[in-house]
């Protein structure tokens, strides 16, 4: 028997609540009209005076009429919600004697309404708390919303390949700091900071079409052009995306190149490819400034 199984057969012998069995059976009810999408019986279990506590991060606590809308969202978006119970537990007071409400930990599984596609498993526990007459004052949900809707919604970019589109979703800031690093370092001459961040099989596929391939061409070019040019470069945007299905993410970036010896005033456009954080792909796209 799982142990939380057996925690709850000792809390219920040891200790028990006349009302727990037939709240068990409300808080059971609510999920099966929940799957059922019948919200109007749903919403019948709880008391107008419920307080429901969300499980996304920084949310308030919702009024009854909230807690129907966030419901009604999720079966916009999901068909075929089955929540399977690992365990049903009593709950108790600050006391520590069990007081009718009722806990429960399980996984939810689902439909994305918007692809077909089976959503992956989401663990969760809710908590269930009654008043006299038996409604539901105050329920909480716990588990990751954020994950949820942000597997389930559209991605905000994507990649097109022979295979077809692939999606492109937000990434770790923390790329945005090796990207900063790494410009500044090209600023600062510093081969040694420029060589710790390039990957020892760096590609730079530049705007005229040559190609340099791994750090020793890399740093030889940046060297010379050191040595008899002054290069300045000046960010002015850059995002981190990650595209499915790929090891490593990217930094998409654009910054303003000025080289007054060799007149050079560019706008770049640059794909970074980070792998292992470090740089391993710059593809560089290029525009003159008039």
Not at 8 to 23: E, F, Q, R, T
Not at 60 to 75: A, I
Not at 176 to 189: C, G, K, P, V
Request: with cysteine; charged share 25%; net charge negative.
């Amino acid at each position: 028997m799982p142990f939380l199984g057996l925690l709850a057969l000792i809390l219920v012998g040891c200790n028990s609540n006349p009302a727990y069995n037939k709240n068990l059976a409300t808080a059971k009810k609510t999920f099966e009209l929940f799957q059922a999408e019948n919200l109007e019986a749903q919403m019948a279990l709880f008391s107008e005076d419920l307080v429901y506590t969300p499980p996304s991060y920084g949310a308030q606590d919702m009024s009854k009429e909230e807690f129907k809308g966030m419901l009604q969202s999720y079966h916009s978006v999901l068909d075929e919600i089955v929540y399977t119970p690992e365990v049903w537990l009593p709950g108790t007071d600050d006391n520590g004697n069990l007081d009718g409400s009722v806990r429960t930990y399980g996984t939810w599984n689902s439909i994305n309404t918007r692809t077909g596609e089976q959503t992956t498993p989401l663990r969760s526990y809710h908590f269930f708390n009654f008043n006299a007459k038996g409604e539901i004052i105050a329920q909480g949900d716990f588990f990751d919303a954020s994950g949820l809707l942000g597997s389930i919604s559209r991605a905000p970019g994507w990649l097109q390949t022979s295979e077809g589109k692939i999606n492109g979703r937000n990434a770790d800031p923390a790329n945005l700091d090796i990207y900063e690093t790494f410009i500044q370092a090209h600023n600062d001459r510093d081969i040694d900071a420029i060589s710790g961040l390039a990957h020892e099989e760096i590609v730079v596929e530049l705007h005229d079409g040559g190609v340099l391939n791994g750090k020793k061409e890399f740093l030889g070019l940046l060297k010379k052009w050191f040595k008899s040019s002054n290069p300045v470069w000046n960010p002015y945007f850059a995002y981190s995306m990650k595209v499915e299905g790929q090891e490593g993410e990217w930094v998409v970036a654009g910054h303003v190149l000025k080289d007054k010896p060799q007149r050079l005033n560019v706008l770049d456009l640059v794909d970074i490819y980070l792998l292992e954080d470090k740089v391993r792909r710059v593809i560089v796209y290029r525009k003159e400034v008039r």
